[in-house]
Each structure stands twice: as C-alpha cells, then as structure tokens.
C-alpha cells in the first residue's frame, strides 16, 4: 500500500541562525584583522562557505529576504564588467590584474543577503568587538614600542614588510612628531566607538575610550578627525538644554573646522602633498568632456602628479570612481553607498541606531581619502549598512 511521504523536518533551525551567525563573525574576522589575506589566507574560503550556506539557510528555511538585498549587490557587481567594456572601447585597458582585483573585491557585496538573515544587534556586536579588537592590537604595538624596542622592530617587520597588515611612520602635525600605526582597517573601529559610547552597560565606556585612542595612534588624519567628530557629536548628545546644544555644536564644530584646515595646511607633509597633487591629475584627467560623462574604463592608468608616475588608482576613491566610470555612474554608486546615513537622518529611530549610522558615514568619508571602499572590508561595512537599513525598514512594514 502507498505510503504518504511526511515532509522533512530540521529541528536544528535555532542551530542553524547561530550557525550563520558564527559564519558571518568568522568572515568579518578574516576579512578585517586580515585585509590583505597575507595572514590567514582565508578570505575567499570563508566567502565562499557564507555565500553557499545562506542560499542553503535561506532555501531548507524559507527564510525571505528584501528584494534589494538583491538588487543593490548584484548592480555592485555589474559595475567592474561595465568599467572594462568601457576600458575596452577606448582602448586603454592597461591593467587587467587590478580590474581582477576590483571583481573579486565587489564580489563581497552578494552577502548582503547573508547579512539580513543575521540580527541587527548582533551584527552591530560583532563588528563592534573586532573593531575594539584592532584598536587593541594598535595600542598594543605601542605598548611594544614604548617597552622593547627590539621587539617593536620584529614586530614592524612583520606586520609592514612581510604581512602588509599596517603602515607605520613617523609623522608631523602641528610641529609634533608622533608614531603613527595605521592597521589597514582602522577606520571601522569607528563602530566599536559609536557601540560603546552609546550603551550604558558596565566596562563599555572603558572599551569606547580605548577605541577612541586606537582610532588617534593611527595618525591619520581623517580617522582621527572622524573620532573626534564622533566623540563631539556624544557630548552633545548628553546636554539636555536645547541652547546650550546648539552654542555647544557651534563651538566645537567651528573647533573642527579650524583644526581641519590647520591640518590641510600643513605643506610640508608627505601625504598631504601627495593628495594635493593627485587632485591637481584628476582635474586634468577629467577636463575632457567625454572622459567627465564615461569616464575612461576600469584597468586606465592616469599620470598622478603626487607620486610622479602612471598609476591605476589613488586614495582619493570617489575621484577615482568619476575618472573610472564617468560622474553619471559615479554619482549613482556613491548615492547607494549613502543612502543608509540618508536614511538614518530623514526617519526616526533610536538614538543609537542613529549614531551607528553616523559612525557609517564617517567610515565612507574616511574612505574617500583611503582605498577602503572598493574592496573587501569596504563591501563588507557596505553591507553591514544596507542590512540595519533594511531591517529597520522590514521593522516598520510590520
């Protein structure tokens, strides 16, 4: 006699959420302690592994996702193919290897879907812990510098020449010099700041200060100015009295200013230099009408002033995007990676769900001036972004 079939079961389901949860840490782990994978050599493993067992989640669960977490990443993707027709067209295709580069780096943005499936205040957790993490291994060579130099130069052979995990120098500000120790992804301990700042649980203030301070040994500037922007907008946010508010945000944004434009000022700085005659290239790269609209393909080079020689980037990432792609795309693509902190500021939420957006915006500002967007760790902060967004949109629909 035919026997009807009971549908399979999978009591594992509250294993299965933990399960992409520790797959989703193990992956900001590898990609932010180890952004150039010369340490783990893990990076395109663990994507590979995320990507297959969301589909797999998503699929034996039926979990549903919002239809722009996959829309928006696989528009992200199409937009290297798209820069090396257009490389193509006019002929100047000159560097394959790092249009490869941008493809597999864009590539990190299909796990938005992936990063849905996870909560909000989880994924907040996790990169606030790895972002306390890296600020940790900051002050911790400074430790090492300040204890053993001996050391502290075994430690900078591994960590700049061998691993390429950070840049460490000295350098000038104001007349100062300082040893500056820039891990590679610094700027996202700008999260963990913004999460500990804005919880009032016992010991996070201890780990907000230590972030801050991580964030302030990188000496660089942007990230530096970004924590203190962060760090101004706090005390702010403690003042009750609505006039005091608004006299404080003045005097300390008119302080910013000031100090901003100190800092720019400086002209015998390297790096300040280098983005002065950079900007000076793209201008001139760009005079040409065509080249403005269509931009000159992914894989161009350009002759950059501030390092005397033909390169395929620079830092400055969203002049780079108008050079690569023409202002039309570029305006587009920087127009999706804002749209979470419009987001933010045009609804109400809490105040820190907000902050944390805020911290969001200042990380996509401190990558306009460092090559931290178009690539794996930038994707991934991409998707952190658009899936608090989401989910917070999912929230309301409810």
């Known amino acids: 006699m035919y026997k009807e ?9 509250i294993n299965a959420a933990k399960i992409m949860h520790g797959l989703i840490a193990v992956l900001f782990f590898v990609v932010l302690i180890d952004p150039t994978g010369s340490l783990f050599h893990a990076k395109e493993i663990v994507f590979g ?30 937009l290297p193919f798209l820069g090396i027709i257009l490389a193509n067209a006019f002929g100047s295709y000159d560097n394959p290897e790092f249009a490869l580069g941008q493809i597999k780096a864009l590539m990190f943005s299909l796990l938005l879907p992936a990063f849905c499936l996870v909560e909000g205040e989880i994924l907040k957790k996790i990169v606030a812990r790895i972002g306390l993490c890296i600020a940790c291994i900051i002050f911790a060579c400074y430790l090492v510098g300040l204890i053993d130099p001996a050391s502290f130069a075994k430690l900078y052979v591994f960590m700049v ?6 840049i460490i120098s000295v350098r000038q500000f104001l007349g100062l010099p300082i040893v500056a120790i820039f891990y590679r992804t610094a700027p996202v301990i700008l999260f963990a700041m913004s999460y500990y700042l ?6 996070y203030k201890l780990f907000a200060t230590i972030s801050f301070l991580g964030l302030l040994f990188t000496g660089s500037r942007t ?11 706090y005390l702010a946010d403690r003042v009750k009295n609505t006039r005091i508010k608004v006299i404080l945000f003045v005097l300390m944004s008119s302080a910013l200013i000031v100090l901003v434009l100190l800092l720019l ?24 009408t065509p080249d403005l609209i269509f931009g000159e393909g992914l894989g161009s080079t350009f002759y950059a002033m501030g390092r005397s020689e033909w390169v395929t980037h620079s830092e400055l990432t969203y002049l780079d995007l108008i050079r690569i792609y ?25 105040l820190t769900d907000n902050r ?43």
Do not use: H
Not at 161 to 166: G, I, Y
Not at 326 to 350: C, D, H, Q, R, W
């Open 5 to 13: 079939r009971m549908p399979i079961e999978f009591p594992l389901t």
């Open 49 to 78: 592994i995320t990507f297959l067992y969301a589909i797999v989640y998503m699929l034996l669960y039926n979990k549903r996702v919002n239809i722009y977490s996959v829309i928006i990443p696989l528009a992200m993707v199409a």
């Open 161 to 166: 020449e061998e691993k390429d995990l950070a």
């Open 198 to 203: 804005y919880n009032e649980k016992k010991g």
């Open 223 to 233: 990230p530096m100015l970004a924590a203190l922007s962060l760090f101004l907008l």
């Open 265 to 288: 000022g400086e002209t015998t700085e390297e790096s300040n230099m280098v983005k002065f005659g950079n900007v000076l290239s793209y201008f001139e790269a760009l005079s040409n």
């Open 326 to 350: 023409g202002l039309p795309v570029a305006l587009i693509f920087i127009s999706i990676v804002f749209y979470p902190v419009l987001n933010a500021f045009t609804k109400k939420m809490e």
């Open 356 to 398: 944390y957006f805020a911290a969001y915006a200042l990380y996509m500002i401190v990558a306009g001036t460092n090559p931290l967007l178009l690539s794996s760790t930038g994707m991934c902060v991409f998707c952190l972004g658009w899936a608090l967004v989401l989910k917070l949109e999912n929230k309301k629909m409810k």
